[in-house]
């Protein structure tokens, strides 16, 4: 069983809109956190944004005040809503969780654990979004 599955990336405009989804097999509630992460071919896969089990957010630069995460639990779905979108966020997107927080949680704090890949338990298979001009 997969344990994570993104849908609806997709093609569109420069200024466009798109929501992604990613369904847990599990409960969802159950993660630490999760997290969305993206990938161009021959780049290094990078944090976009991650949310914690109690609601904590955190985004990367280049995507704050555009992409919104947010969680539903009575779904089991984890989401990405990208506004604004921009040439440069064309990428694969993937989703990720992470089971539990490491040991050295209170020293590094959430957006050093949950925005960083090498965290993450659970991979789900991307979702390919591509912005044009």
């Known amino acids: 069983q997969v344990p994570l599955v993104e849908s609806g990336g997709g093609s569109v405009q420069s200024g466009g809109s798109l929501r992604l989804s990613c369904a847990a097999s599990?409960?969802?509630?159950?993660?630490?956190?999760m997290g969305w992460f993206r990938q161009a071919p021959g780049m290094e896969r990078e944090g976009v944004a991650a949310i914690g089990r109690d609601g904590t957010t955190s985004y990367a630069d280049s995507v704050k005040g555009r992409f919104t995460i947010s969680q539903d639990n009575a779904k089991n779905t984890l989401y990405l809503q990208m506004n604004s979108l921009k040439p440069e966020d064309t990428d694969m997107y993937y989703c990720a969780a992470v089971l539990a927080a490491p040991s050295d949680y209170l020293y590094t704090g959430f957006s050093s654990t949950c925005m960083a890949k090498h965290q993450y338990d659970d991979w789900g298979q991307g979702t390919q979004v591509t912005v044009s001009e």
């Open positions: 599990g409960y969802t509630y159950k993660y630490f956190c």
